[in-house]
């Protein structure tokens, strides 16, 4: 018993020293990603689905895109991308629906969505306000009453709603967050959770890109 007493400390110990050593690129289910209780349904075939969870008002996800878009274009037709900006339910965010307008109407490009992340976090339009929104928009060349007949339509009105709903199928509390083919999630805090601290912002991405790395290899192999 004696032994047993001694032993147990030094186990305790040597996990968490493990633990602390662990690579991003070897994720730890509860550390550096969690998996969903209840798994989410996806419609992309043997590709592995990614959904991006995010807001434009968050300048962490303004820092975060240029990594992530990088790392969707490296992994090619392994998976399918997809964004859904975040709600707050009972606050009505021009940004939002200014996502899901450009969406619908066909306009959204990767420069367009850098765009709105520059107008609010460099030129220090925060675009929360719908003439904000609607000003920003003309100045890109789109058809600006086309733009606000879709977005107060009610196409836009029920994204909203399925962004509410996707929120809390997926425990989405905090952003940038991703989810991995309806199972996993992860995001750039959670994968630096099992390692030595990051020190910027771009450790915090390099790490995430080797969780989400190893969770489409892991999602992919699944589908075998």
Known sequence: MRFLKFALP?????????????SPADPKNGVEY????????????????????????CPHCAAFDESLSAWVK??????????????????????????FTL????????????KAF???????????????VFEFIARQGIDKQKFIDTYRGFGVAGHVRKSIAMMDAYNVD?????????????????????????????DLHGEVTQVLDALVAKAKAEKK
Do not use: C
């Open 74 to 99: 490296k992994q090619g037709d392994n998976i399918v991308f997809k964004r859904m900006h975040i709600s707050r339910p009972g606050t009505d965010l021009p940004q939002e629906k200014m996502y």
């Open 118 to 132: 520059k107008e609010i976090h460099v030129n220090r339009n925060p675009l929360r306000r719908d003439e904000q």
């Open 34 to 57: 969690k998996t969903l209780a209840a798994p989410q349904p996806v419609d992309t075939g043997k590709k592995v689905e990614i959904i991006e969870f995010f807001d434009y008002a």
């Open 10 to 22: 030094a186990l305790v110990l040597s996990a968490a020293v493990l633990t602390a050593n662990a």
């Open 174 to 202: 905090s952003w940038p967050m991703l989810a991995v083919d309806g199972k996993y999630m992860t995001s750039p805090t959670m994968a630096d959770a099992g390692v030595n601290a990051a020190k910027t912002e771009a």
């Open 103 to 114: 969406e619908a109407t066909g306009v959204l490009t990767p420069e367009l969505h850098a």
